[in-house]
């Protein structure tokens, strides 16, 4: 155990060096999160909503922000090694998937935080956000990057199945994600169809739970074993998947061609 802490320590400082050192990946976290609160701010000033209303829209461009900053972490945790093309050298050393996975997911929830408190306090300042009880806070906010440590994962697969040439689903499994769970309106406004696969993403419950503390009923019973529960499966399943493609890859040669 101790010598698992250590590895995953090592995978959280270099990503956290990768971090410091990019000046583009800090701007990542700051700019695109930072004009998505002040567009879905301003909007619903336009359209003149109030009240919890206009809370629910800003908690969506919140938890939309924190959730792609966090997910992304973990799909760098292991791009970082595609891009630079060191996939082999890195697991010459005696390391698991589950390594830099937890690692990279330790520094994206960490700047996940960060991009919360950045963007409440912006929402706070300019349209009068208020932050929900503290127990529905962080409940809500450890589902988020639990869902996005799953969303992070899927991407690893995914390489490790097809290669580098389909590395843009690190940026469409977010966007899919929120289109689906309601990020800015009730999944029950969807189509029947994609309401019910709503049901299957862990996000929907924790975006559910969170608007209770500003007045709105649940849809679902029981969203907090649901969300939890959903997520322990996903993240237990995805392990063993990432294990089986990595044993694949090994195999094909595509780790070597993630090398090259």
């Not at 800090?26 to 206009?54: C, D, H, K, T, Y």
């Not at 973990?74 to 891009?83: E, N």
């Amino acid at each position: 155990m101790s010598s698992q802490l250590i590895r995953i320590y090592a995978f959280a400082y270099r990503n956290y060096i990768f971090a410091i050192r990019n000046f583009f990946t800090f701007a990542e976290m700051l700019f695109w999160p930072v004009i998505g609160i002040l567009s879905i701010g301003l909007m619903g000033g336009f359209l003149g909503l109030q009240g919890n209303m206009r809370q629910f829209l800003l908690t969506g461009a919140i938890m939309a922000g924190v959730f792609q900053t966090s997910q992304l972490d973990v799909a760098y945790g292991f791009l970082y090694d595609v891009w630079s093309k060191s996939v082999k050298q890195t697991f010459i050393a005696p390391v698991k998937n589950m390594d830099y996975i937890a690692g990279s997911w330790l520094i994206g929830t960490g700047r996940g935080i960060i991009t919360f408190f950045m963007l409440a306090g912006l929402a706070a300042l300019f349209f009068k956000f208020s932050m929900p009880p503290g127990f529905a806070l962080w409940v809500s906010l450890a589902g988020v990057y639990l869902t996005a440590m799953i969303t992070g994962m899927m991407t690893i697969f995914f390489i490790f199945m097809f290669g580098q040439r389909i590395d843009i689903i690190a940026w469409m499994t977010s966007a899919l994600t929120m289109l689906l769970c309601g990020i800015y309106y009730p999944v029950t406004y969807l189509p029947e169809f994609f309401a019910k696969l709503a049901q299957f993403i862990p996000l929907t419950y924790f975006l559910e739970y969170f608007r209770t503390g500003y007045g709105f009923h649940l849809n679902f019973t029981h969203p907090l074993l649901k969300g939890f529960g959903l997520s322990a499966a996903y993240i237990g399943a995805l392990l063993w998947m990432i294990e089986m493609a990595f044993s694949k890859a090994k195999k094909s040669g595509m780790l070597v061609r993630l090398s090259e």
